[in-house]
């Protein structure tokens, strides 16, 4: 069974900046999506930010021109930059891909990002 982990998050200054990874512990074919998503306590979990295998990415309004989502070529795995950094981005951050063979979606554990005021 493949699984996700997500790395980079921790605690970090209104303003500033994090870049979260995510690496798999075996090999995932055919990713035909590759996503972020984060839950802050008491919401619901949102999508922050995807990739689909064509390129095209989308992202939560809350965070257009602060985040931006790429692909590590080597590893078929997405990084989530974050820049200006707002409290209200503070959450628990999960890696998220999806197969097209049969639409299994997999995800990590999450990784805390905590931003101070």
């Known amino acids: 069974q493949v699984q996700l982990v997500e790395s980079g998050g921790g605690l970090v200054q209104a303003g500033g900046s994090l870049r979260l990874s995510c690496a798999a512990s075996?090999?995932?074919?055919?990713?035909?999506?590759m996503g972020w998503y984060r839950q802050a306590p008491g919401k619901q979990r949102e999508l922050v930010a995807g990739l689909t295998k064509s390129g095209t990415s989308n992202y939560a309004d809350s965070v257009k021109g602060r985040f931006t989502i790429f692909r590590d070529n080597t590893k078929n795995m997405p990084y989530l930059q974050m820049n200006s950094l707002k409290p209200e981005d503070t959450a628990v951050y999960y890696c998220?891909?999806?197969?097209?063979?049969?639409?299994?979606?997999?995800w990590g554990q999450g990784t805390q990002v905590t931003v101070s005021s």
């Open positions: 998220h891909v999806k197969r097209g063979s049969d639409g299994l979606g997999y």
């Open positions: 075996g090999s995932i074919f055919n990713i035909i999506f």
